[in-house]
C-alpha cells in the first residue's frame, strides 16, 4: 500500500503538488481556527452552566442553613418545660433507692402531664427501662459517636437538651433531654410528645424549601433529602436503590459532596453535605442533598454549536480551494514552460536554452539553468578523463590488498607458530625441569629446599603463563561447539586435583550450556585465590540454582581486593598483587569464557563492606534447555 501511494505521488505534476500542499494548510488553518471557536464558545456554554449549578447549589445550602437555625431556636424553647421535668424523674430515682425497677414510670408520666416519655438508659448505652416498649433494649453503642456524647453526659452533673429529631425506628419526630443521676449509674432522658410539636413547623419546612428553590435553575429535576443516617426526609414512600445508598453512604462518611454524571440517561447527580452538626447537642442535624440536573439542554446546545461551526469550516475550505486553483494555474503556467525546456535538455540536447519567462525569479532560473548546462558540459569532459584514472587506481588497490592480505596470513601463521613453540616445547622442557627438580628436593633440606621450592614454583608459574596463553588463543580462534555440561562433575574433578588445598563444596548435577574449556574457569579461581593467600586458607564454593540461570559464588580468605581495583581486576594487563606474574591473565580468561557463555561475573567483598576480609567471585551461567544426558528417561 506504502509503495502504491509513493508510486502515485510520483505521476503528479507540480500543479497537482502545490495545490494538494496549499488545500492542505488552508484545511489545517481553517480546522484550527475553528476549532478554537469552538471550543471557546463551548467552554463558555459549559461553564455558564456549572456557575448555574453552582449559584444553585450555593442558594440551597444558605436556605437550609436558615431553615435549622430558625428550627434550632423554637426547639430551644421547649428546653425550660423539659428541665422542669427532671425535678419529679430524680426524685423519683431517689425514692426508689437507685433502683428503677422499683419505679412506676407510668404513674410518673401521668404526674408529668402525659406529655413526656420516659426513658433510663444503663452505662452500656442501652435503654433497661421507658414508658414506649418499643424502644426498651435499643442500644446506642451502634451509633458511636451518640453514645459517647450521652456518655459524657452521664457522667457528668448538668442537664442537655437534644434538637427535635425523628426516631429511627418510628420515625415520630421529637424532643429530648436528658439529665443524669447523682450516682452517675444511669442517664435519664425525657421525650416530649409529637403532639406537642405540631406548631413546629411554621411554615419552616426542609423539603418545602427545597422544593421551592427548584425554581433557580431549569435544568434542575427533583431535589431529595436524607438524614445524617441515609434516609429520606419528607417522601416516606421513596425507595432507595443499591447504588444510591451507596453514594449517600459515601458522602455522609466523607462529610462533602460528590458528582456523578450519567451520560447514558442525560442527567447529572449532585450530592451536597450540608453540615449542621452542633457540639452543643447530641444528634447530629447534617444532611445530604441530592439534586439531579437534566444535560438534555446542555448537550442540544452543543451539538448545535459543533454543527455551526463544522458547517462553517466546511464552506471556508471549499472556497478556499476554488481560489487556490485559480491562482495556482495562473502562477504554474511559466513554471510548465521551463520544465519542458528542462526536459529537452535532458533527452541530451544540451545546446538548447531555456526560453524567457515573465517575472524577476523565474528570469534568474532561466539564467541560472543555462550556466548549469554549460557547466555540466564542461563536467562530464573531466568526468571522462577522471574514470580512466580512477579504473587504474582500483587496479593497482586490488593488488596492494592482495599483497597486505598475504602478509597479515603469514604474520599469523608466524605467530601461531610462536604460540604452538611455546605451548608444546617449552612446556614439555617445564615439565621435565619440575620433574628433575621433584627427584632433586628429596635429597635437599634447608635453605636448599627453599631455593628449590622457590625455582620449582617459578616453573609452575611459567606452565601457568604458557596454558593461559594457549587458552586465550582457542578462546578467539576455536569455535567449540556449546554443550550440556554437568557443571558439579567440573568443580568436583577440580578440586580432586588439588589435593592439599582447603576448599568446601557441597552440591549435585546441574547442566549448563559450556564447552570444554569450562575447567579453566573453576582452575583460574581455585588457584588466583591460593596464591594471593599463600596457600593458608581457605577457599568456599556454592552453587545457586534459578529458573534460567545458575550463580555460582568462589570465596576465599584472603587479603581482599581494594574497591579501586574491583572494577578493572577483570581486564587484561591488570593484577591484584605485583608478586603474582602472568599480567592478570587468570581473571581476564574467566571473564571471557563466562561472556563467551551468555553470563556475566563480577567481584565482592566476602563480608560486604570490608574489603580485607577475603574476596567472593561470582558468575552466572545458563541452564541446559534439557535434564542433561544422565537424567533424561
Known amino acids: 500500500m506504502k509503495k502504491f501511494f509513493r508510486h502515485t505521488s510520483e505521476k503528479r505534476s507540480f500543479n497537482e503538488r502545490l495545490m494538494i500542499y496549499v488545500i492542505l494548510f488552508i484545511v489545517l488553518v481553517i480546522a484550527v481556527l475553528s476549532s478554537y471557536s469552538y471550543f471557546e464558545a463551548r467552554n463558555e456554554i459549559v461553564e455558564k452552566n456549572h456557575l448555574l449549578q453552582e449559584e444553585t447549589e450555593k442558594s440551597i445550602t444558605e436556605w437550609m442553613t436558615l431553615v435549622d437555625a430558625g428550627l434550632e431556636m423554637y426547639d430551644d424553647t421547649l428546653n425550660a418545660r423539659m428541665e422542669a421535668g427532671f425535678e419529679d424523674f430524680l426524685r423519683a430515682y431517689e425514692e426508689a433507692g437507685h ?16 406529655t413526656m416519655d420516659l426513658y433510663i438508659i444503663n452505662r452500656d448505652g442501652i435503654i433497661e427501662y421507658s414508658t414506649v416498649e418499643p424502644e426498651i433494649g435499643v442500644d446506642f453503642r451502634e451509633v458511636p459517636d451518640f453514645f459517647v456524647y450521652i456518655t459524657r453526659i452521664r457522667e457528668g452533673s448538668s442537664f442537655s437538651a437534644d434538637r427535635v429529631v425523628r426516631e429511627r425506628t418510628s420515625g415520630v419526630i421529637r424532643k429530648y433531654a436528658y439529665m443524669p443521676t447523682p450516682d452517675h449509674r444511669y442517664l435519664l432522658e425525657l421525650g416530649l410528645a409529637p403532639e406537642l410539636l405540631e406548631s413546629r413547623k411554621l411554615g419552616m419546612s426542609y423539603v418545602k424549601t427545597a422544593e421551592n428553590l427548584t425554581t433557580l435553575d431549569q435544568n434542575l429535576l427533583n431535589v431529595r433529602i436524607f438524614d445524617i443516617f441515609g434516609q429520606i426526609v419528607g417522601n416516606k414512600s421513596y425507595v432507595e436503590d443499591v447504588l444510591q445508598k451507596e453514594r449517600i453512604s459515601s458522602v455522609i462518611a466523607d462529610r462533602q459532596g460528590a458528582a456523578y454524571p450519567d451520560p447514558a440517561n442525560s442527567t447529572d447527580v449532585h450530592y451536597l453535605f450540608v453540615d449542621l452538626g452542633n457540639p452543643a447537642y447530641a444528634s447530629d442535624m447534617s444532611m445530604v442533598i441530592e439534586l439531579t440536573y437534566t444535560t438534555a439542554p446542555l448537550d442540544q446546545k452543543l451539538v448545535s454549536l459543533f454543527l455551526s461551526h463544522l458547517l462553517i469550516a466546511l464552506l471556508a475550505v471549499l472556497l478556499s480551494v476554488i481560489f487556490v486553483f485559480a491562482v495556482i494555474h495562473h502562477i504554474s503556467r511559466p513554471i510548465s514552460e521551463v520544465i519542458e525546456d528542462i526536459d529537452r535538455i535532458a533527452q541530451g540536447d544540451l545546446d538548447h536554452r531555456i526560453r524567457h519567462t515573465q517575472g524577476i525569479e523565474f528570469s534568474r532560473l532561466e539564467n541560472s539553468i543555462n550556466a548549469l548546462v554549460t557547466a555540466l558540459r564542461t563536467s562530464i569532459g573531466r568526468a571522462h578523463e577522471s574514470e580512466k584514472t580512477l579504473r587504474e587506481y582500483n587496479e593497482n588497490l586490488e593488488k596492494i590488498i592482495a599483497q597486505r592480505t598475504a602478509e597479515l596470513k603469514a604474520a599469523n601463521e608466524e605467530a601461531n607458530l610462536y604460540i604452538d613453540i611455546m605451548s608444546h616445547d617449552i612446556n614439555n622442557t617445564n615439565t621435565i625441569g619440575i620433574g628433575y627438580l621433584h627427584m632433586i628436593m628429596t635429597r635437599l633440606d634447608g635453605k636448599d629446599l627453599t631455593m628449590a621450592e622457590h625455582v620449582r614454583n617459578s616453573f609452575l608459574r611459567s606452565s601457568q603463563i604458557i596454558q593461559n ?60 585465590a591460593f596464591k594471593f593467600m599463600d596457600g593458608k586458607g581457605t577457599v568456599t564454593i556454592r552453587v545457586e540454582e534459578g529458573e534460567h540461570d545458575v550463580m555460582v559464588s568462589v570465596v576465599d580468605t584472603g587479603p581482599g581486593i581494594p574497591d579501586d581495583m574491583k572494577k578493572v581486576v577483570f581486564t587484561r594487563f591488570k593484577r591484584g598483587s605485583d608478586k603474582v606474574s602472568g599480567k592478570g591473565l587468570g581473571l581476564y580468561i574467566v571473564r571471557s569464557l563466562i561472556e563467551h557463555y551468555g553470563g556475566r561475573v563480577w567481584v565482592e567483598d566476602r563480608v560486604p563492606g570490608v574489603p580485607g576480609t577475603g574476596t567472593a567471585i561470582l558468575f552466572t551461567l545458563k541452564r541446559s534447555p534439557g535434564n542433561g544426558p544422565e537424567r533424561q528417561a
Open 469 to 528: 596463553v594457549a587458552t586465550i588463543r582457542t578462546i578467539h580462534t576455536q569455535n567449540l561447539p556449546f554443550e550440556q555440561v554437568d557443571l558439579d562433575r567440573v568443580i568436583r574433578e577440580e578440586i580432586a586435583g588439588m589435593h592439599h588445598a582447603d576448599i568446601n563444596y557441597e552440591g549435585k548435577p546441574v547442566w549448563v550450556c559450556a564447552d570444554a574449556l569450562l575447567p579453566e574457569v573453576f582452575s583460574n579461581l581455585i588457584g588466583n
Open 99 to 114: 433502683d428503677p425497677a422499683q419505679m412506676d414510670l407510668g404513674r410518673l408520666k401521668e404526674k408529668l402531664g402525659g
